[in-house]
Structure formats: C-alpha cells, structure tokens
C-alpha cells in the first residue's frame, strides 16, 4: 500500500493522523485501527513522520501538523485538532 492509499484509506475510516513526540498518533471510532491498517502505518512511519514535520506553518511557525479525515495536512495551532480539543476541555473554536 502508499503513503497516498494509507491515509485515504484512514479517512476513509473516519481517522486522524498526528505525531506526538516522534511517534504517530491516530484518532477516530472505536474499531476503525485494524490490524491491517497498524501494519500499515508502523510501515510508514518514517514517511508519515517527515510528511507532518517537514517544514513550519507559514502563519504560527509551528510544526504541530495533522491531517483530519478526508483532508490535507493542517496546521493544529491554527486548526485545531477536534479528537484533542475535545479531550482537553469542550474546544475553544475561535
Ligand atoms: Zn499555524
């Protein structure tokens, strides 16, 4: 499978990707991390791991990157990731 198929495939399964201290971080439904799919992002670690901390965002200067479901990489200060706003306390969304 690419890189490209993984994460269709991810957002086909409703599923965020972010990195966290060097190690991938998935968010999404219950049921959605198969064992096929953790095969495959352990595959692609390393190309998931440059993708999101390649370069700095234009506008906040931070490398922060995820990539919502069915979406292109964005940047988690400007746009918050919602699995983790969620969490940390009803979301602020500004
Ligand atoms: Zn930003």
Known sequence: MTL??????????GMSVATAAGRVR?????????PDVLREVAAHKPAILA?????A??????QAWW??????RV????HPDPWTARRDDG???S
């Open 91 to 93: 979301g602020a969304h």
């Open 51 to 55: 993708l999101l901390t390649d370069e």
């Open 75 to 78: 940047c988690g200060v400007c």
């Open 67 to 72: 990539i919502p479901p069915h979406g292109r």
């Open 4 to 13: 490209e198929a993984l994460l269709a495939l991810l957002g086909r399964r």
């Open 57 to 62: 965002c234009w506008a906040c200067g931070s």
């Open 26 to 34: 998935l968010e999404g439904p219950a049921g959605a991390l198969t």
